[in-house]
Every structure is written in C-alpha cells, then in structure tokens.
Nanobody, 115 residues
Framework: QVQLVESGGGLVQTGGSLRISCSAS????????MGWYRQAPGKQREFVAE???????NYADSLLGRFFISRDNGKNAVTLMMNSLQPKDTAVYYC?????????WGQGTQVTVSS
C-alpha cells in the first residue's frame, strides 16, 4: 500500500519561511513524479510544484522564486521550501505522487500565514 505522509506545516508570520516534507513509500518514490498542491478555504486545489525522478522541476508561475522543491532519494522524501510567505499562501498543502497512470495523495498539512 502506497503511503504519503506530510509533515512540517504550522503557523508562520508574513515574510517568514517554512519547510514541509512528504515521505513516500519506497515502492513508488524512486520512479514517481512528486508534487505539491494546495487548497485554500473555499477554493479549488491548485498546483504548486513538482519534481521528477531526474530532478527536473516545474512550478506554478506565481510561486517562482519563492518556493523550491527538492527530493531526497535516500529518505524517499520530497521537500517544499517556502519563503517570503504571505497570508494568501495559507492553505492545506498536499503531497502527490504520480507514477504512470496512478496517482497517490497524502492527507495534507496545514500552513497558516498570519498578517
């Protein structure tokens, strides 16, 4: 059974930084495209960033230069470093693994940015 477990969310002040991580089952991590999505209250889930097994990255245009995604193959984990956080970044952040035609989601971690 594939599991994705996010960690590292919390409360941060405007302008601060936060790192969130997602640990994935070894069976999927090595070949999956790992990504982050977020869902703010009353809004649809939106793409944040993704990274392939070959370390190619893709970001939502609005987050370029502030958010950075990386992966640690030794720990089967993907990390999202978020800088210069704003209240508009407040959301539940979800980890996603895409492997072929299959996709898996974590349970989400709350990130709250106070003004």
């Amino acid at each position: 059974q594939v599991q994705l477990v996010e960690s590292g969310g919390g409360l941060v002040q405007t302008g601060g930084s936060l790192r969130i991580s997602c640990s994935a089952s070894e069976s999927v991590f090595s070949t999956a495209v790992m990504g982050w999505y977020r869902q703010a209250p009353g809004k649809q889930r939106e793409f944040v960033a993704e990274i392939t097994s070959g370390w190619s990255t893709n970001y939502a245009d609005s987050l370029l230069g502030r958010f950075f995604i990386s992966r640690d193959n030794g720990k089967n984990a993907v990390t999202l470093m978020m800088n210069s956080l704003q209240p508009k970044d407040t959301a539940v952040y979800y980890c996603r693994a895409r492997q072929g035609w299959s996709e898996y989601w974590g349970q989400g971690t709350q990130v709250t940015v106070s003004s």
